[in-house]
């Protein structure tokens, strides 16, 4: 897989599983689970530096930005700029289950395994285009207003794939697009080019954003 690499810098990062699931800390449980993107930020992420390094073991936190009680994840960065989390205490990776919101581990590192860092400005963009209510999206391409963008299913075999309607988009090729997005204000209306998912298709999108984040 290939993606936008993003400028290095230090950073909030949630992590995103293959089908657009965000993973989020269960209090009750003191687990992760996987939740869809909802139009406010959740529990469950880290502060670290962007790319993370190597053998990288970061500290998680809840929305308030208190430390809660997770195992040591070191993470594994992984080609195209995903990352696995393996479980230091088990010697398992955290896995999926994309029936359900719970989380697993595997032995292996496979498709399931992988999660995409989402950097602040990504998670935002992506909240603004997921959430009906958060943006008017606008496609130049057939002068037609789109309802947002959602994930492929598993039933598709196509992880990391998402659409604006029937326009696919290769999620990882367009990171730093996302990253634009998440930096509009509440009233701003700008263009946006989006790299289709086949080879040579290109998508522009006029958005909208029409309010903030809820926590």
Same mark, same amino acid.
């Given at each position: 897989m290939s993606g936008d690499v993003l400028p290095y810098s230090f950073d909030k990062?949630?992590?995103m599983d293959c089908f657009g699931?965000?993973?989020?800390? *269960?209090?009750?449980?003191? +687990?992760l689970a996987r939740v869809p993107l909802q139009g406010s930020f959740l529990s469950g992420f880290v502060s670290g530096p962007?790319?993370?390094?190597?053998?990288f073991i970061p500290?998680?936190?809840?929305?308030?930005?208190?430390?809660v009680e997770l195992p040591p994840f070191r993470i594994c960065p992984q080609d195209g700029g995903l990352v696995a989390l393996h479980n230091e205490k088990t010697g398992h990776y955290l896995s999926i289950n994309p029936s359900n919101n719970k *989380?697993?581990?595997?032995? +292996?590192?496979?498709?399931w395994e992988l999660f995409c860092p989402l950097q602040y400005d990504v998670y935002v963009g992506?909240?603004?285009?997921?959430?009906?209510?958060?943006?008017?999206?606008?496609?130049e391409n057939d002068e037609r207003e789109v309802s947002g963008l959602y994930f492929l299913g598993p039933g598709d075999n196509k992880p990391f794939v998402a659409s604006?309607?029937?326009k696919r988009i290769g999620f990882l090729e367009n990171l730093s697009t996302f990253a634009r997005i998440g930096r509009l204000k509440k009233g701003e209306t700008a263009k946006f080019l989006f790299r289709g998912f086949i080879s040579g298709k290109e998508y522009t999108m006029r958005i909208t954003?029409?309010?903030?984040?809820?926590?």
């Open positions: 990062v949630w992590f699931h965000v993973l989020c800390y *269960t209090p009750y449980r003191k +687990v962007c790319p993370f390094p190597n053998n500290q998680w936190r809840n929305i308030f930005n208190s430390l *989380t697993a581990f595997s032995p +292996v590192i496979a498709d992506l909240l603004v285009v997921t959430d009906p209510g958060m943006a008017e999206i606008f496609c604006f309607d029937r954003r029409l309010k903030e984040i809820a926590f």
